[in-house]
T-cell receptor, first 114, second 115 residues
Framework: DGGITQSPKYLFRKEGQNVTLSCEQN?????MYWYRQDPGQGLRLIYY???????QKGDIAEGYSVSREKKESFPLTVTSAQKNPTAFYLC?????????????FGPGTRLTVL | GNSVTQMEGPVTLSEEAFLTINCTYT??????LFWYVQYPGEGLQLLLK?????DKGSNKGFEATYRKETTSFHLEKGSVQVSDSAVYFC??????????????FGEGTQLTVNP
């Protein structure tokens, strides 16, 4: 089945450590996205990529980094510069080239900083 | 810029009650509109969509009509079930290059259906 996988489902990190969240899709989609969701709140865009080897900052990119070396993969690194990283992280992808179709979401990774 | 406003939650209903969750939007150009649903601890699932004015999206008994004159996309269901308990997000994707390819989401509405 085609879809988006995120790993791990739960992640614990000590303060001051960098951590990388995985996102893989086999939908052959060009565009991929990372969102952050805090309890009781909507989604905030961290980074997005519309094509391999290119990505743009979203609304809350500070303290995060990404890479897009392969079409299927869009890993997110949460760096020690992110002051409050505990949150639910969602990866998404979109297949249409015109840019106004729906996005498909992965199951999410819950990051907790200890 | 683009924005989406949803009715404040949480919403609590009894089983078989009628559901309406209001959603209004502000956008440049002619957006596509979406409703997503999120069950506890999971990612978002597309519930329904509409791509032009007067389109009606429908799925699993849920409906929403794209109303350009009132810039609204209200979600409705005639008879809710306990299994409909979830968070519902309204979103838009604007058809212009200035907005890039991002979705703009509302804050979400928590729905709880009691038996």
């Amino acid at each position: 089945d085609g879809g988006i996988t995120q790993s791990p489902k739960y992640l614990f990190r000590k303060e001051g450590q960098n951590v990388t969240l995985s996102c893989e899709q086999n939908l052959n989609h060009d565009a991929m996205y990372w969102y952050r969701q805090d309890p009781g709140q909507g989604l905030r865009l961290i980074y997005y990529s519309q094509i391999v080897n290119d990505f743009q900052k979203g609304d809350i990119a500070e303290g995060y980094s990404v890479s897009r070396e392969k079409k299927e993969s869009f890993p997110l690194t949460v760096t020690s510069a992110q002051k409050n990283p505990t949150a639910f992280y969602l990866c998404a992808s979109r297949g249409d080239v015109l840019g106004y179709g729906e996005q498909f979401f992965g199951p999410g990774t819950r990051l907790t900083v200890l | 810029g683009n924005s989406v406003t949803q009715m404040e939650g949480p919403v609590t209903l009894s089983e078989e009650a009628f559901l309406t969750i209001n959603c209004t939007y502000t956008a440049t150009g002619y957006p596509s509109l979406f409703w997503y649903v999120q069950y506890p601890g999971e990612g978002l699932q597309l519930l329904l969509k509409a791509t032009k004015a007067d389109d009606k999206g429908s799925n699993k008994g849920f409906e929403a009509t794209y109303r350009k004159e009132t810039t609204s996309f209200h979600l409705e269901k005639g008879s809710v079930q306990v299994s409909d308990s979830a968070v519902y997000f309204c979103a838009l994707s604007a058809r212009n290059m200035a907005s890039g390819s991002r979705l703009t989401f509302g804050e979400g509405t928590q729905l709880t259906v009691n038996p």
